[in-house]
């Protein structure tokens, strides 16, 4: 999404109904030309039309969304280069780790829309999250760890091209729960915003150990003495 306008946030248009029998409504968008000039002065519109500052608590926080939806895109892009030369035995797993990743990214569409609007011009069609994408991230979490070995001390990201970029995926959700926390404060934020934020930042850290079971690569574990005054670090 870009934070010069709301286009593809599926916003209708105005006194427009929906009779598809969808739960969101389809984005109504046609973008002709990417470039428009009208942020040049530092403004931005939300979907209600209110001009506001680029760098306002709200622009900060769907556009942190934003970014991580491209890290997301990113992991699974990683992913989906690896499965060629995976584990056969992997293989299915990966495939439905890869398709969850997809799933997130629409999710995190949806919460860039709801977040890109305010209260009193959400529209009862519009995307967002709900407590359902909460739940299957829960669901999901509990399915991976049934694979994995219980943590004896923190995981340093690493390991795989793949391992690292969910971390950093991971980090940058925190950034995002962290701007809708602020957000939300002001009481003008979608109170499941948080929740899903919160969620999803565990699932990444969950998504990461199993990929890394799943390709075989062990996990690098936090050791303090592995450091200078330690006296465990290897030489360079």
């Known amino acids: 999404m870009s934070d010069d ?41 939300l979907v209600g039309g209110q001009l506001v500052p680029k760098d306002d608590a709200r622009i900060e926080t769907y556009g942190t969304v934003d970014e991580l939806n491209a890290l997301v895109g990113a992991a ?11 584990p056969a035995a992997s293989v299915v797993r990966l495939h439905d780790l890869g398709r969850a990743l997809l799933r997130v990214q629409h999710e995190l569409f ?30 999901e979490m509990d399915r991976c760890q049934a694979d994995l070995a219980p943590l004896r001390s923190f995981v340093l990201p690493g390991g795989s091209r793949l391992n690292t970029d969910l971390h950093v995926a991971r980090t940058v ?9 602020r957000l ?3 009481g003008h934020a979608d109170p499941l915003a948080v929740g899903y934020l ?18 075989g690569t062990p996990e690098i574990l936090w050791e303090p003495d592995v450091s200078a005054s330690g006296g465990k670090a290897q030489p360079a």
Not at 10 to 27: I, L, Q
Not at 30 to 38: A, E, F, L, P
Not at 76 to 86: F, K, N, S, W
């Open 5 to 45: 306008d709301t286009r593809g946030t599926g916003a209708p248009r105005s006194g427009a109904e929906d009779s598809s029998g969808r739960v969101f409504s389809a984005p109504k968008i046609t973008i002709n030309r990417v470039y428009t000039r009208q942020g040049d002065g530092g403004q931005t519109r």
């Open 76 to 86: 699974r892009q990683t992913l989906m280069e690896l499965l060629p030369g995976a």
């Open 110 to 139: 949806n919460l860039g829309s709801i977040l890109a609007t305010l209260p009193e011009d959400v529209h009862p069609k519009q995307p967002r999250v709900t407590q359902a994408e909460i739940e299957l991230l829960e669901a």
């Open 173 to 181: 959700c925190r950034r995002a729960e962290r701007c809708c926390v």
């Open 184 to 186: 939300a404060q002001t």
């Open 198 to 215: 919160n969620r999803l930042s565990d699932a990444l850290f969950v998504w990461s150990r199993w990929a890394s079971a799943l390709l």
